[in-house]
C-alpha cells in the first residue's frame, strides 16, 4: 500500500495555505510564517480544496477505500441494542 501512496506538495493545484503565507519562488514554496520551505506533512495549516489531505502529509486522492460487504442474514441477524422508552415497552435489551 505505501507504494501508491502519494504525498502533498505545495506545487499541487489543490493546496492551500490557511494562513495565506506561502510564496512561490523559482523551485521552491517558502512559508512566510516560519521562514523555511513549505512542509506539508508538519505544517497545521496546510489544506486541501478537496479536503482530501490526510495526517502527515498523504493525499487522499491516492489512497483506495476497503470496504467490506455483508450479506442480508449476517444484517438481520445481528442483534439491535434498545433504550430508553423503547426498552421500557419491549422488556428485552436486545431484539434478535
Known amino acids: 500500500m505505501l507504494g501508491e501512496v502519494k504525498y502533498c506538495y505545495p506545487r499541487c493545484q489543490l493546496f492551500k495555505c490557511a494562513k495565506n503565507a506561502a510564496i512561490y519562488k523559482s523551485p521552491d514554496v517558502w512559508c512566510r510564517w516560519t521562514d523555511e520551505k513549505c512542509n ?14 490526510l495526517p502527515k502529509g498523504i493525499c487522499g486522492e491516492s489512497v483506495k477505500r476497503k470496504t467490506t460487504e455483508k450479506t442480508m ?4 441477524r445481528s ?9 421500557r415497552r419491549v422488556g428485552e435489551k436486545e431484539i434478535f
Open 40 to 53: 506539508v506533512a508538519n505544517c497545521n495549516y496546510a489544506t486541501c480544496v478537496k479536503r482530501r489531505l
Open 73 to 76: 442474514d449476517e444484517i438481520i
Open 79 to 87: 442483534p439491535v441494542k434498545l433504550r430508553g422508552k423503547t426498552l
